[in-house]
């Protein structure tokens, strides 16, 4: 899906829409469903997704069309998956202090 797409900065939704086989409308809906996509908006409303945005579509397209979730369950997943992280880098900082305190006592 996301290699269909050109190099660029940021992306209109016709593109977003067509690389994905989707109708603008659902990539809209997934806009207002799930917060974490959250493209500019010029002037006049146009919105411009950056690849970011497009990671994350590309997440949320994975999750409800190929895994079948429902939005709830895509939902769930994604703020497991954040969360997730943050309990692995906390992980990572308290072994860190301890092998640095390991180090201090050589």
Known sequence: MIN?????????????SNA??????????WEKEF????????NKGTRKFSIKDVEK???IY???????????GAKKQILN?????????????KIRLE???MKEEL
Not at 4 to 16: A, D, F, R, V, W
Not at 35 to 41: A, G, R
């Open 81 to 93: 998956g954040e969360n997730g992280n943050l309990d692995v880098l906390k992980r990572l900082q």
């Open 57 to 59: 579509i590309n997440l």
């Open 4 to 16: 269909q797409l050109p190099e660029k900065l940021y992306y209109n939704i016709g593109e977003i």
């Open 35 to 42: 917060n974490i996509i959250n493209p500019k908006k010029s």
């Open 62 to 72: 994975s999750l409800v069309k190929k895994k079948g979730y429902t939005l709830e």
């Open 99 to 101: 092998l640095l305190r």
């Open 20 to 29: 994905f086989g989707v109708k603008p409308s659902l990539i809209r809906f």
